[in-house]
């Protein structure tokens, strides 16, 4: 249980701070009077803040997360967004671990989407036996990119046109078709070595982005 003091105007919320303790901060970055940059510019140089965290909550996607971690906040929290996602960043910030919305903000995770309904399709009616496909599958995926990686600079292209094949009917199932794309390229185009370097690397983000969404939406963290 949290105990939560909400405020609409931010001079408000910077004279009921100064005048009690608080563990951390939400605060909107678009607000009339006083954008959330100026407010925390303004909150440190409040005599009752302490590095305290600060979570941004914004619309815009126009800026990376960089740019929040830049100016001092804990993350920066896209919207819209479920209660469920809120409460984890909060149980992250609490316990002082990896905040795994990271890459929402970031070019490379915007948009990620993917679909569980033809999986379920082939499960019992049990969230049980969809948490287990889905750890499988992640746990499969890391091995399958490190030896993705490895043939990749070892110089054994069949190795490489193998290993993608077979990680891609699992994501073009679940419609994470960006991904899905990637991996058909690698197994069926013939690229030059700098195209498969940085498309590697794209590979690496977009499915770590989207394992971290699958792992919020899917209480497997």
């Known amino acids: 249980h949290y105990n939560v003091n909400a405020f609409t105007d931010a001079r408000e919320a910077l004279k009921m701070i100064k005048a009690n303790t608080f563990d951390f901060i939400i605060t909107d970055i678009q607000m009339p009077g006083m954008d959330g940059f100026t407010f925390l510019e303004a909150l440190k140089n409040n005599e009752a803040y302490q590095n305290q965290p600060v979570i941004a909550v914004t619309g815009r996607t126009d800026l990376g997360e960089h740019v929040y971690k830049n100016a001092g906040f804990k993350t ?39 679909s569980l309904t033809s999986l379920k399709a082939f499960l019992p009616n049990e969230d049980q036996a969809l948490k287990d496909v889905l750890v499988s599958f992640i746990a499969s995926t890391k091995e399958n990119l490190e030896n ?52 590697l690397e794209v590979l690496n983000l977009k499915i770590k982005s989207l394992f971290n969404l699958i792992q919020q939406e899917n209480d497997l963290v």
């Open 76 to 114: 920066a929290l896209r919207k819209p967004y479920s209660p469920k996602i809120l409460l984890n960043v909060i149980h992250s910030v609490f316990n002082d671990t990896e905040i795994l919305l990271s890459e929402e903000l970031t070019e490379e995770g915007q948009g990620m989407e993917y």
């Open 148 to 199: 993705l990686e490895r043939s990749f600079f070892e110089n054994d292209l069949a190795r490489f046109k193998e290993t993608s094949h077979r990680m891609y009917p699992m994501f073009k199932q679940i419609k994470a078709e960006e991904i899905a794309s990637i991996l058909q390229d690698f197994d069926l185009k013939t690229l030059s070595e700098d195209e498969i370097r940085f498309n």
